[in-house]
């Protein structure tokens, strides 16, 4: 009972606080996991993979998804539609995997509005703003207005940090992935209530 | 930041469910932790030691240091009190120690109301009723009327699992020890809101 069922690890923060270079880094050490991945209508961009970085659909695709009811959450953003399918994530969890999502403030409301008995959440971000926009010019992927952008955005998910269970500020990579390796194992251990509830239930009557 | 401050684990289940065992097998795995000892009235008992088992005091001195606000939770059970004093608890987190305490589910509460931010809870209780039964008669320390006690009180504490972030079911000792191992470690990173605030406050203007 203790291992069997899957569970939910949510990973936000700012674009650029290293959210993906720790993943990388703690994929081996925590035991079997499924990296959800988004499906979005924006169009593919260069070296982007379709199943790889975003499930690319249609908007039509998208809608009948969205009646159909098969989001776990979703959202409009800049006129294009992002979500999380539960199709794949209710498959992994059946599979006793961890559930590792890189979802914003607002994606982390609706998986704890649905799934909060197994969910772990963390955010990850840069010891300051200043540190945020040095790593993302010397990243130099993003224009001038994307890294805007995203320093704006940081901004205000910063102020939410204290709806998420654990903190992780990244100043050593080494040292937040040894942090994030006991969060992502503790994480595993989640029970969903229903599991409870049956234990609870049984519990004097089993011989 | 990550880990320089303080947390408290609690562990909660029945007397014979393995709590002091599991805690023996983890102490040098998780770092520097403080074990809480409560402050009792009861007369010691043969093999106890002040200091160890419990701190006994007078009901004077009991007395007393509830009107001077340093426990954190007590309870009177058969004509008894039984508390946590505050001052070695703070002391302890200061110092940056996982501060764990042995603790029943009243104290639970007690201690979620009141330290909720950094305190991470288990409760730990055998795979049935009767599996625990067979433990306690087998352990032989308690009288019978001792151990109808303790059941009956596990009945009770076993219907408010789903108040505890985790669940171990004790059916083997070494899987036990190591599930608890990634919750205790995890456990240290909590942060208090206090500094969580003081971090968002200042994130943006810091260099």
């Known amino acids: 009972m203790n291992t069997k069922s899957g569970a939910i690890l949510v990973l936000s923060g700012p674009s650029g606080a290293g959210k993906s270079s720790l993943i990388r880094k703690i994929m081996d050490d925590i035991g079997p996991i499924y990296f959800s991945i988004s499906t979005t209508t924006r169009a593919m961009r260069e070296g982007e993979a379709d199943g790889r970085d975003y499930h690319f659909v249609t908007k039509e695709v998208f809608a009948q998804e969205i009646e159909e009811e098969m989001f776990l959450e979703y959202a409009v953003v800049h006129g294009n539609y992002y979500g999380t399918s539960l199709g794949p994530v209710k498959k992994a969890l059946k599979e006793g995997k961890l559930v590792i ?107």
Chains 1, 2 share one sequence.
């Open 101 to 207: 999502f890189d979802i914003d403030v607002q994606g982390h409301d609706a998986v704890q509005n649905r799934l909060s008995d197994i969910t772990t959440s963390v955010f990850i971000t840069t010891p300051t703003l200043q540190e945020l926009k040095t790593r993302l010019l010397n990243r130099s992927t993003d224009s001038d207005e994307v890294i805007a952008k995203r320093l704006e955005m940081a901004k205000r998910e910063v102020q939410r940090i204290s709806e998420y269970d654990f903190l992780i500020v990244n100043d050593d990579l080494d040292e937040a992935a040894a942090v994030l390796v006991n969060i992502a194992k503790a994480a595993r251990m989640k029970i969903p209530t229903l599991q409870i509830n049956e234990f609870v239930q049984t519990w004097e009557e089993k011989a």
